[in-house]
Each structure stands twice: as structure tokens, then as C-alpha cells.
């Protein structure tokens, strides 16, 4: 008898009935038990009963109670029971206690042909109530496991053309129910364009190829237009024939695990961009390339300039006019500088600017109140931006800009991120050029340094040579001595060469103290209007070889705990400077005291510098007129810069090229307590209001 013979109780069963029924049941394939009363129970518990047979008392079996009590058990399970009586309105009594289906009834002994019948019919409702409810279980398993994948799971019925959903096809790509249609061409329309053809092609040739899975990557429409990356993977089921009938699947979201594949893979491509090359103009260039149009429709990286000033270097925009046009723009925006820009807002705070979905107030924030520029930006059709500091080893080397306009393409948090990531080796990279080009420009700087020097030694100690073989010469043999006017103004020629190679010597000689951190101040009570009518004193013969009256304007001692000796040599090469780079014009020195420091300008009227070497001209070698027409090694300025320091003022350069320039030293009278000197720039070009708007004391 096979495992799926259904079992009947035959409950309290007299040994004379019970060889009848097995008599007439035997030809059934039936498991049958036969229990007594209280078996029953745990005869139900433990298996599927398909039917439970009751004797009542009349052929010996159970009194009526008993049998109302099993009627009910079976019933809570579902199982029908056939009552056996010797009279039937015995077995109709107990009936009609019970609800319609719970039980029926036969007279005993029962025909055996009859009794069959109703047997199998009982095994047959059995049967039926069995499927039904392995169907229901497996409808409800079905419904839990869609539930509890967040993949949209799909019907796909071929005969009636119908595709059942799970709810999740409208959680993934945010269709409200009523949008979500049950057949196969709302699927394939909302397949993305660039897909729709290999996708369908490769469905029709596995449906026709007999293939049994069907697995394919594309991008599904969401509601809002955009598109998801999904993969979906269904299973074909045929009929007999191999015609295919339905196809149950599931599509899978795997947007954000493709999207970071390909994050990965850009910034692996970004960084080998900036790493390729140690021109930073260019590398910028191209990484702005990278960007646009795979992360931006725009891309800009500016960086801080000397002064401070944001410099675009890169920008990117399919569209050579349009890229034109917001360089000008841009243009517009860095000169109005007291107009605080967002990218100037990211260098100062150091922390990203985002900007998810560009709104009026945006615009209007961007703009500055700048008409022009406001309908420029509006042109430009922003839709969402992020600005990202450079950030490199502490410091912010500029921003990275990145605008989405045509795309109409909104950031989010992950491509913040991203962009973040990118910017940091952006920064990495902009900081190693920059190491780089230091490096490089302090190596042709000490080249240059070194041909400059070796020329400026070479000049007196030429003259010293010459000078020395000619007296020897006239001094030599028999001849008779030179006069002696001649031979003083000879040994005076050979006095100024060593002074020369002297003044050269300790430019060298504090040149490399400074390097070595040693700067010995002697502080004394010095006064500099003293001091400077010295140096101007020893400095008269120069001025008057080169032409320039020297003009000295004080108002009486001004006297501070100072180093005398490096205040001379301050003055010294300010007026060296001032005598070389402005002859034949006057020179006017100028000596205030205010309340709190002491003020020297030395000014000229000669070449003048220009605005972007004001500030580099301070540093070791660095010298901005032409080598062919000015000598010098390029260490004056710098030495007096550090000396200055070193006495806890500050010295600054005015200046217009063709017109001349102004130095000027502010010093604080003592080492300490002094407040910080003027800042730079508030004192007019020249200094001259100085002495007309405020009285020295
Ligand atoms: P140098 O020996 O070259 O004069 P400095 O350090 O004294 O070196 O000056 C650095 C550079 O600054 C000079 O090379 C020159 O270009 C510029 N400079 C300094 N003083 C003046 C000045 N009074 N007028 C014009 N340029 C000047």
C-alpha cells in the first residue's frame, strides 16, 4: 500500500463489524485504524484523517454522548464522520446536533458496495481539501518570499498575456498601482531606449530556443524618469510540447552596486589622470575632462594664488562658446571680490558646498545682486552643484566646482562623496606639483644665483687684478715711482673693489646665517634718524656717481632698543636699491616716530616693480630687473626683510613701474609690547599723506 493511502479511523469497532467493513473496504486502497474512543484525539493530531467511521451504541458501539464529543473533535479537524446505526433516525438524531457536511450516516452492518461509494467519496473531498490547502500554503510561501525580497517579482502568464507583480515594483521604481499595468508591453516600454532591442531579442530567442532561465542586465524607467539599473532573471515553464506557457522571475535593483563599480572605476581612472604628469595646468585640464560629462556637465578647478585670489585653471563644458562665455563671466566674478563667492566661502571654511536641486534663492546667493551676471547664470540652466575644497595637508590649494545643467541631473549624498574623493587626490596631486615646481624654481634660482654671483665677483675682483698688475708694473725695474696723487687714487680704485667684494662677502655671510637660523640682535638705544645720517653720509659719493640728490626728511630723534649695526645695513641696501634702480632721479628718506613705531621709507622715482613680483621680491635670489642691466644677487631685500623680522616690525613695498617705488619700515621701538605695525595697503601709495595727516612725535 502505497505512502499516500489515506488513513480512516474506525473508531470502537465490535471484532463482527469490523471483519465486515475490512471485508468491504478491502479492495479500496485505504489505511485503516481502529482505535478506541480515546485514541482518537491523538489519532488526529498525529496525521492526515481523511475520514472517521463511528458504530454507534445500537451495533456496539458508542453511547450517543461519547459520539457527539468525536463528532466535534473531527470536525475541529475537518474530518467528515460516518455514523453506523442498526436504525437510521437513531444516527439522524445524533445528525442533527452537528452543522451540515460534519457528518454523515449508513445502517449497519452497511452494504459493502454502498459503504465503498461513500467511502470514496469522502477520500475523494479529502483528496480536494488536501490540495486546496497545499495550494493555499504554497500561495501563501509564494506571497511571503516576494515580500521578503526587495526585488520586483513577476508572473508572467504567455497564454492570457497577463504579468502579476509583487508589491515591490512599485517600492523599486516608484509606480503608484494604478500606473503599474499587467502585461508584457508596459514592461518592454519602460525598458531604457539604448537596451530595449538586445533585451527583447535575447527574451524572443530563449523562448524560442527552448531555454528553460533567461538572465539579462538593463536600465528600468522609474517613475520620475530616471533610469535603475536591474537584473532580471526569470524561469520559462513549458507544456508538453515545449511551448512556452509562463515565466515567473524577478527583476533586481542593482543601481547603487553598479554605481559604486563605477565610481571605483572612475576615481581609478581620475587618479591615474592626475598622477600621469607633474604639469598642474594641464593634469587639471584633463581631470576637469574626466568629470564632464560622466559627473557633470560643467567642471572648474581654481586655485589660490599668492595673493590669495581664486585662479580658474580648468574648465570643461561640451561647448566650446558657451565654455567662452562663463570664462568672461567668471572673469567678472573674480574681480568683484568683495562680492564673497561661494568657492571663496569653501576656501575659508574648508568644507563642501552642495547644492541638491538650484532653486531662485540659489541663484540670487550666486549672483551677488549682479544683474547681468544673474541672468547669465539663469542662461546657464543650473540644476545642482557641488564646490569641493582641495584640501592637502591641512591646507586648501582651491576649489573643485561641478555643475549640472542640460542633464538636469541632481547630486546626492553618493556623489558628494565621490566627488569628495576625487577632489582629495585632485588636492594631492596640485600639492606634489606645487612641491614640484618650488623645487624646480628654487634649483634655477640657485643656477641663477650662482652665474649672478660669479659675475659680481668676478666685476671687482677684474678691476683689483688690473689695478694691482699696473701698479706693479709702473713700480718695477728702474723706472721711477708714480706720482703720488696718481698712486693714491689708484690704491683709493683698489680700496672700492674690496669694499665691493667685502659688501658681497657679508651678503653671503648672512645670507647663510639666516639659512641657519642665527641672527644675533644686539639691542642698544639706537637713534635711526642718526643711523640714516650716516649711512647717507657715507652713501653721498655714490648718489652724486648716479646722479640722484638725496633728500632727508625727519623730525628729530627717533630713538628704540635696536641693533645698530642691522639697522645701518637696512638702510644700506634700501638705499643701494633705491640709488641703482633710481638713478639720475632723487631719492627722498623719510624718519617718523609714532606713538607706537618708528617709520623709515625710502623712495624713488625709478623703474619701478610690477604688482605680481611685490611680494616675491622679499625672498632669497629673487630679483625681478633684467640681470643684463642691474647687478645684485637678490639677497638684499630678503636680508632685510629677516632683520626686520627679527626686531618685530614688518617692511613692505609700494610701488608702480616707470614711476618708482616706496619702502617702508615699521618698527616697534622695543621687543615687546609693541601692538602689530600698520597693515598692508593702509597707507596710501608713496606714504606721503602720512606726514600731512598725522603728527609724529
Ligand atoms: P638685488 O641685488 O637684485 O638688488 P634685492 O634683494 O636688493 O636684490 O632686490 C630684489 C629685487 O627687487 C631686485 O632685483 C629688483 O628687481 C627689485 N628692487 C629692489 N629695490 C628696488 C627699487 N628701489 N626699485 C625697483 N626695483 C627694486
Request: net charge negative; proline share 5%.
Amino acid at each position: 500500500m502505497s505512502d499516500a493511502a489515506p488513513h480512516i479511523l474506525l473508531v470502537d469497532t465490535p471484532p463482527a463489524l469490523q471483519r465486515h467493513l475490512r471485508l468491504s473496504l478491502g479492495t479500496l486502497e485505504l489505511r485503516l485504524h481502529w482505535p478506541a474512543a480515546e485514541q482518537v484525539s491523538e489519532c488526529l493530531e498525529s496525521r492526515p484523517i481523511a475520514a472517521v467511521v463511528l458504530p454507534l451504541a445500537s451495533v456496539g458501539g458508542l453511547p450517543k454522548s461519547q459520539a457527539h464529543a468525536l463528532i466535534r473533535q473531527s470536525h475541529a479537524h475537518g474530518v467528515p464522520v460516518l455514523l453506523l446505526a442498526e436504525e437510521l433516525p437513531e444516527a439522524v438524531e445524533v445528525m442533527e446536533a452537528h452543522p451540515p457536511g460534519a457528518v454523515d450516516c449508513m445502517a449497519s452492518p452497511p452494504e459493502p458496495q454502498l459503504l465503498r461509494a461513500r467511502m470514496a467519496g469522502l477520500v475523494e473531498r479529502f483528496r480536494a481539501r488536501s490540495a486546496q490547502e497545499a495550494l493555499r500554503q504554497s500561495e501563501e510561501r509564494y506571497r511571503l518570499s516576494t515580500l521578503a525580497t526587495s526585488d520586483a517579482i513577476y508572473d508572467w502568464d504567455m497564454v492570457t498575456d497577463t504579468l502579476r507583480w509583487s508589491v515591490h515594483v512599485r517600492t523599486l521604481f516608484g509606480y503608484p498601482p494604478e500606473d503599474v499595468q499587467g502585461d508584457f508591453r508596459w514592461w518592454s516600454r519602460n525598458l531604457h531606449r539604448k537596451d530595449r532591442r538586445r533585451v527583447l531579442a535575447s527574451l524572443r530567442d530563449a523562448l524560442e530556443q527552448g531555454d528553460v532561465k533567461w538572465r539579462q542586465e538593463y536600465q528600468f524607467s522609474r517613475v520620475d524618469g530616471s533610469y535603475a539599473d536591474v537584473v532580471d532573471q526569470g524561469y520559462i515553464l513549458r507544456d508538453a510540447s515545449g511551448q512556452p506557457l509562463r515565466m515567473v522571475g524577478g527583476m533586481q535593483d542593482v543601481t547603487e552596486r553598479k554605481r559604486a563599480e563605477r565610481n571605483l572605476r572612475f576615481l581609478s581612472e581620475a587618479s591615474a589622470q592626475l598622477g600621469s604628469n607633474l604639469e598642474l595646468r594641464e593634469t587639471l585640464q584633463r581631470l576637469a575632462w574626466l568629470v564632464v560629462p560622466e559627473l557633470a556637465d560643467w567642471c572648474s578647478v581654481d586655485l589660490v594664488d599668492e595673493e590669495g585670489h581664486l585662479k580658474r585653471v580648468a574648465l570643461a563644458h561640451p561647448e566650446p562658446r558657451k565654455r567662452t562665455r562663463a570664462l568672461e563671466h567668471w572673469e567678472r566674478l573674480a574681480e568683484a571680490r568683495e562680492r564673497r563667492s561661494v568657492l571663496n566661502r569653501v576656501v575659508e571654511t574648508g568644507q563642501p558646498r552642495w547644492v541638491h536641486a538650484f532653486s531662485r534663492a540659489h541663484l540670487e546667493e550666486l549672483s551677488g545682486g549682479d544683474e547681468e551676471l544673474r541672468a547669465a547664470l539663469e542662461l546657464l540652466g543650473c540644476t545642482s552643484y557641488m564646490v569641493l575644497p582641495l584640501n592637502a595637508r591641512g591646507r586648501v590649494l582651491g576649489v573643485l566646482g561641478l555643475l549640472q545643467a542640460e542633464s538636469g541631473r541632481h547630486y546626492d549624498e553618493t556623489d558628494v562623496e565621490l566627488a569628495q574623493a576625487l577632489a582629495n587626490r585632485a588636492a594631492l596631486a596640485v600639492d606634489n606639483a606645487m612641491l614640484y615646481q618650488r623645487a624646480q624654481r628654487a634649483i634655477s634660482l640657485r643656477d641663477d644665483f650662482l652665474s649672478i654671483a660669479a659675475h659680481e665677483l668676478r666685476t671687482p675682483t677684474t678691476s683689483l687684478k688690473l689695478s694691482v698688475q699696473t701698479l706693479v708694473r709702473k713700480l718695477q725695474g728702474e723706472r721711477p715711482m708714480p706720482p703720488r696723487e696718481q698712486l693714491r687714487s689708484r690704491l683709493e680704485g683698489l680700496n672700492l673693489s674690496v669694499a665691493r667684494l667685502e659688501a658681497l662677502e657679508n651678503q653671503l655671510l648672512d645670507v647663510t646665517r639666516l639659512a641657519s637660523g642665527h641672527l644675533q640682535l644686539q639691542r642698544e638705544e639706537v637713534d635711526l634718524v642718526e643711523v640714516v645720517h650716516g649711512v647717507l653720509d657715507a652713501f653721498a659719493p655714490q648718489a652724486e656717481d648716479a646722479g640722484c640728490e638725496l633728500v632727508l626728511v625727519e623730525h628729530g630723534p627717533v630713538v628704540g632698543q635696536w641693533d645698530r649695526s642691522r639697522l645701518e645695513q637696512v638702510v644700506t641696501h634700501l638705499l643701494t636699491n633705491a640709488i641703482k634702480y633710481g638713478a639720475g632721479k632723487p631719492v627722498r628718506v623719510r624718519v617718523q616716530g609714532w606713538p607706537e613705531w618708528a617709520q623709515l621709507s625710502v623712495s624713488d622715482q625709478g623703474i619701478g616693480i610690477a604688482p605680481e613680483h611685490q611680494s616675491r621680491i622679499f625672498e632669497r635670489f629673487e630679483r625681478a630687473a633684467s640681470d643684463r642691466h642691474y647687478g645684485g644677487l637678490g639677497l638684499g631685500l630678503y636680508i632685510t626683510r629677516r632683520i626686520v623680522e627679527a626686531l618685530c616690525g614688518e617692511v613692505h613695498v609700494t610701488s608702480r613701474p616707470g614711476q618708482g617705488s616706496t619702502f617702508t619700515v615699521l618698527l616697534p621701538y622695543t621687543a615687546v609690547g609693541a601692538r602689530k605695525p600698520l597693515a598692508e595697503g593702509s597707507h596710501e601709495e608713496g606714504g606721503s599723506t602720512w606726514e600731512e595727516s598725522a603728527q609724529p612725535h
